[in-house]
């Protein structure tokens, strides 16, 4: 089993900044990838970004590029999402997510463990 625990989010006004961070803990040895999505009230669960475990190749919505960034921290199981020129339309919970398996990184279905989600609000 895997645990994911994401923190970071909060409130911040149009165009300001805020990082998200996902401690994964436990059989991360068999992890391939590691992806954020988000959800808004009433809109489903939506990918956001997504890195390989080696770091090698990151994925992003084309809602996001140019202005989030992934990475991760090797040593501490750790994956970050910065988040720069924040929007309104950013405003969600934010899930931090693993898969142990190829393939299918933009899809819900396609991950195998999913952290408890943070709230971003972002305020016009």
């Known amino acids: 089993q895997v645990q994911l625990v994401e923190s970071g989010g909060g409130l911040v006004q149009a165009g300001g900044s805020l990082r998200l961070s996902c401690a994964a803990s436990?059989?991360?040895?068999?992890?391939?990838?590691m992806g954020w999505f988000r959800q808004a009230p009433g809109k489903e669960r939506e990918f956001v970004s997504a890195i390989s475990w080696s770091a090698t190749n990151t994925y992003y919505a084309d809602s996001v590029k140019g202005r989030f960034t992934i990475s991760r921290e090797n040593a501490k199981n750790t994956v970050h999402l910065q988040m720069n020129s924040l929007k309104p339309e950013d405003t969600a919970v934010y899930y931090c997510a693993a898969k142990e398996g190829l393939g299918f990184l933009r899809s819900v279905d396609g991950y195998d463990y999913w952290g408890q989600g943070t709230q971003v609000t972002v305020s016009s």
């Open positions: 436990g059989r991360t040895f068999n992890l391939h990838t």
